[in-house]
């Protein structure tokens, strides 16, 4: 069975602060994917990042970076110089190979930026 | 940008009512999704469907849950007689391949069971 564990349920952090996002994932498989999604107050689910299991090499987009961890399993996620935009619930997600493509989601972590 | 679509965005019923939820996802992709989100919990996995068939589904996609692909472009799900448990935001979702592709969120639509 996939799990994915946010162990932080709200964080608040104020204006142009950093701040990391936590992500620990469980799986049997061997290859398997690792996702961020974005839930703004308007609802939607937007897309932010994969990554596969062969490739742990960091990833920076912008303000946004991602640290994936195979010996920790964990993907976690740090904004930088944070915007009041960037207040969210933040989900990560994991999905397996043949068979186990479905989005298993971690329980998100409600970020809020203090202006 | 493509984008997947989802009518309606609220959808009131009364228990044991039947309702159809509408998607339209992005027109390359062959994977197609619905999840579920009850309010403030996480976002849940029902049934995956390709080549016009369910390819998985989960425990919470029962005997009152069905899925269709009517024409060439609609992803429809289907709740027979819904309860008050059903209540929550449906997400369709979709994506152009399987086994890691990013499956691309429609806006969802909060079904309300009374």
């Known amino acids: 069975a996939q799990k994915v564990t946010q162990a932080q349920t709200e964080i608040s952090v104020v204006e142009k602060e950093d701040v990391t996002l936590d992500c620990v994932y469980e799986t049997r498989d061997t290859t398997y994917y690792l996702f961020w999604y974005k839930q703004p107050p308007s609802g939607e689910l937007v897309f932010l990042i994969r990554?596969?299991?062969?490739?742990?090499q960091n990833e920076i987009s912008g303000r946004y970076s991602w640290n994936f961890q195979k010996s920790t399993s964990s993907f976690n996620f740090t904004i930088t110089a944070s915007q009041v935009v960037d207040s969210a619930v933040y989900f990560c997600?994991?999905?397996?190979?043949?068979?186990?493509?479905?989005?298993?989601f971690g329980t998100g972590t409600r970020l809020t930026i203090i202006p | 940008e493509p984008e997947v679509t989802q009518t309606p965005s609220h959808q009131v019923t009364q228990m044991g009512q039947e309702v159809i939820l509408r998607c339209v996802p992005i027109?390359?992709?062959?994977?197609f999704y619905w999840y579920r989100q009850i309010l403030g919990q996480k976002v849940e996995f029902l049934v995956s469907f390709y080549n016009n068939e369910i390819s998985e589904k989960s425990e919470i996609f029962d005997d009152q849950f069905s899925v269709e692909r009517p024409d060439g472009s609609n992803f429809t799900l289907k709740i027979r007689s819904t309860k008050l448990e059903d209540s929550a935001m449906y997400f369709c979702a979709s994506s152009e391949q399987t086994f890691g592709y990013e499956q691309y969120f429609g806006p969802g639509t909060r079904l309300t069971v009374t």
């Open positions: 997600a994991l999905s397996g190979y043949f068979g186990n493509e479905k989005l298993t």
């Open positions: 027109s390359n992709h062959l994977y």
């Open positions: 990554r596969n299991s062969f490739d742990e």
